[in-house]
């Protein structure tokens, strides 16, 4: 897109940090400005006249990488008539910052007050007030608007790719997280669980394959526990389709109506089959039997599992509010290696959380990672220190 030429509404700069949901959040974004008349995409920050960061909260060095980014925009606000005249700027205004994200979401009047770096604050469920936000900018107001919502989805907004060519894309399935485990910060930034009805994912995956697109990874912070309950049919029955994996808990009420993960993947892959299909973030919680069996059965779901584990210690776990034991995760393995045998798993470890239980923790840890490690040379491990 040019650089050179800005329509009255301005020219748009994005950056991203942190997961695919983020990515996935800023081709929303990008669409909503579309329609609102902000039609042109820049490469470089020094041409823009608004410029969106879009920011995880998870990590202390994400946030500091935001921080550095937000004293380089305000250069570029600050410095505005030296920057273009010295050519370092092609801007035809001082840029508005837009933040975006959970760390809008978690730091909101900090960064507003943060030396007027920042005009505008939105968090994950109020994009499409972006608009309006930027408005008020125009009146000499801050723009602030971090509600968090019920039921908010995008589930009508078509996303503006940002990776137009690419052979793969993300789709959100669900947004939110219920599980509350005591080390996250994601449902205070993200809000409760809410999933987009399975027809408008659907629409969605049916485009991207006219487009092109051969791989989807369908996302959402707590991505096997999506329930559609937009049409509530019967109540369903008892079956295991609503059950947690055994031997696991929840600490939010698990609800009996409406289409399951489960559910959602038998009507993707039947209706693309040529079309692959993966997805994350999951719960090892929600993993009951008919997830497993539509894994194995459909060649067209990939046979990978993302199993976080957290913890190999079970009072750890405990304390993590993780609603399962060491042995009960074992378990859980051990079951769906035996329903998918050419499964590759892969997991995530926290090391160093509550430190005086650090020294047993990494006992039982390595005795987890010989455990899995040796059953199946295709398990994958990250550890988060």
Same mark, same amino acid.
């Given at each position: ?11 748009? @700069? ?14 929303? #974004? ?41 004293? @380089? ?24 910052? #837009? ?27 109020? @994009?499409?007030? $972006? ?16 509600? !968090? ?10 996303? #503006? ?9 993300? #789709? ?46 369908? $996302? ?5 526990? @999506? ?16 059950? !947690? ?134 398990? $994958? ?5």
């Amino acid at each position: 897109m040019a650089d050179t030429e800005a329509p009255s509404t301005g020219r748009i @700069y994005h950056e991203t940090y942190g997961c695919q949901m983020n990515v996935n959040d800023m081709e929303i #974004v990008l669409s909503i400005m579309k329609n609102a008349g902000y039609n042109e995409i820049v490469t470089v920050p020094e041409n823009a006249e608004i410029i969106f960061i879009n920011t995880c909260a998870i990590r202390d060095n994400a946030e500091m990488k935001v921080w550095q980014r937000l004293n @380089y925009f305000w250069f570029l606000k600050r410095n505005w008539k030296t920057n273009v005249a010295t050519g370092r700027s092609q801007s035809l205004r001082p840029p508005k910052v #837009v933040v975006l994200g959970c760390m809008a979401e978690r730091l909101k009047e900090k960064i507003l007050d943060s030396d007027k770096m920042v005009d505008v604050v939105c968090g994950p469920d109020a @994009y499409r007030d $972006l608009p309006r936000l930027l408005e008020e900018v125009e009146y000499g107001q801050k723009g602030i608007n971090t509600l !968090l919502s019920l039921e908010e989805t995008y589930a009508d907004i078509n996303p #503006v790719r940002i990776s137009q060519n690419s052979i793969s894309a993300f #789709v959100s399935v669900m947004r939110g997280c219920n599980n509350m485990c005591s080390f996250c910060i994601v449902p205070f930034t993200r809000g409760r669980e809410r999933s987009r009805p399975v027809e408008s994912i659907v629409r969605e995956v049916a485009e991207l394959w006219k487009e092109g697109v051969k791989e989807v990874t369908l $996302l959402g912070q707590n991505v096997n526990s @999506y329930n559609d309950a937009s049409v509530v049919e019967k109540e369903a029955e008892a079956g295991s389709n609503w059950k !947690l994996s055994e031997g696991f808990s929840s600490i939010s009420k698990v609800r009996t109506t409406g289409l399951r993960f489960s559910d959602l993947l038998d009507r993707l892959s039947l209706e693309f089959p040529e079309m692959r299909f993966r997805f994350t973030s999951p719960h090892p919680k929600d993993y009951p039997d008919e997830l497993l069996y539509i894994m194995r059965e459909r060649h067209n779901i990939c046979k990978l599992i993302h199993l976080p584990a957290q913890s190999g210690s079970s009072k750890m776990l405990e304390r993590m509010r993780r609603g399962y034991t060491r042995e009960a995760y074992l378990s859980l393995v051990q079951k769906i290696r035996s329903i998918i045998p050419d499964v590759a798993l892969s997991s995530d470890f926290i090391c160093g959380m509550f430190f005086k239980y650090l020294s047993p923790c990494f006992l039982l840890f390595s005795s987890l990672l010989i455990n899995l490690t040796f059953c199946n040379r295709s398990t $994958l491990f990250s550890i988060d220190k």
